[in-house]
């Protein structure tokens, strides 16, 4: 502190009786006027700006408008809600576990259901193999009756002629019975075609152009849209010389 700036202690003589009884309680020691016995001090006079005013009168500034006291959040509990997710979450699983067994038990019934279809399937197509010739087999009964009856015939002239008329019959019988089933017989007054012929024999002549079927050794039949039994044939070809009209046997596939 600047000297300037201390308070001036005015410094008197006095005795005992001289200071009241309420002064000499709770007068604090001056530390600028130690080793002064009985020394006083003066205070300056407190300011009216200053005065000191009753906690209970005492006022407060009005609160802003703008900033409005907010209530504090109730207290949560966290150990409670806690418990309430995970209670929560086990009956969610509860849930997804019982829907998993009943996905699992239809999955089984589905599974034991189809493997009962499969096996119906796979009988049913094996007794259609095995039965899928039944309805030709009672066809060519009538073909069979047909010769057997012609083995009745006595061996004369007349009977001769009656057989040879049944055995046409018959024949006709048994190409319309293979057509039904769609066996047919390979037309053979066309060119030579490897996919449904079979060269037999070739032969050398001018008479005729070359790929002609010249004579059919075997027929051949068609299933449907497939060679049942190529037809076997002998096919014209060019002769090498102008006299070369011999037949030779057609070439061996392994030659």
């Known amino acids: 502190m600047d000297k300037k700036e201390r308070k001036k202690i005015t410094i008197k003589h006095v005795t005992d009786s001289d200071i009241p009884n309420d002064d000499r309680q709770g007068t604090a020691p001056n530390p600028d006027c130690e080793g002064v016995p009985n020394a006083t001090r003066e205070h300056p006079a407190p300011s009216p700006d200053r005065a000191e005013v009753p906690n209970a009168t005492r006022e407060h500034p009005a609160p802003s408008p703008d900033h409005e006291e907010v209530p504090e959040p109730a207290s949560t509990h966290p150990d409670r809600e806690e418990g309430d997710d995970i209670a929560a979450l086990e009956d969610r699983l509860n849930e997804l576990l019982d829907e998993n067994d009943k996905l699992i038990e239809n999955l089984q019934r589905e599974r034991a259901s189809f493997i009962n279809y499969r096996q119906r399937v796979e009988e049913e197509k094996a007794q259609i193999r095995r039965y899928s010739s039944q309805d030709l087999a009672f066809d060519l009964l009538n073909v069979l009756d047909y010769f057997e009856a012609s083995m009745n015939f006595d061996n004369t002239s007349s009977d001769i002629h009656s057989i040879i008329q049944g055995v046409k019959f018959t024949i006709e ?57 190529p037809a076997m044939v002998t096919v014209a070809r060019t002769p090498d010389t102008p006299n070369d009209t011999r037949e030779h046997p057609a070439p061996n596939s392994d030659r």
Do not use: N, W
């Open 173 to 229: 019988e048994l190409r319309r019975i293979l057509a039904k089933y769609g066996i047919k017989e390979i037309e053979c007054d066309s060119p030579f075609d490897p996919k449904i012929h079979e060269a037999f024999g070739v032969e050398f002549t001018d008479k005729a152009e070359p790929g002609t079927i010249l004579q059919v050794h075997r027929k051949g039949y068609m299933y449907k849209d497939r060679v049942l039994r």
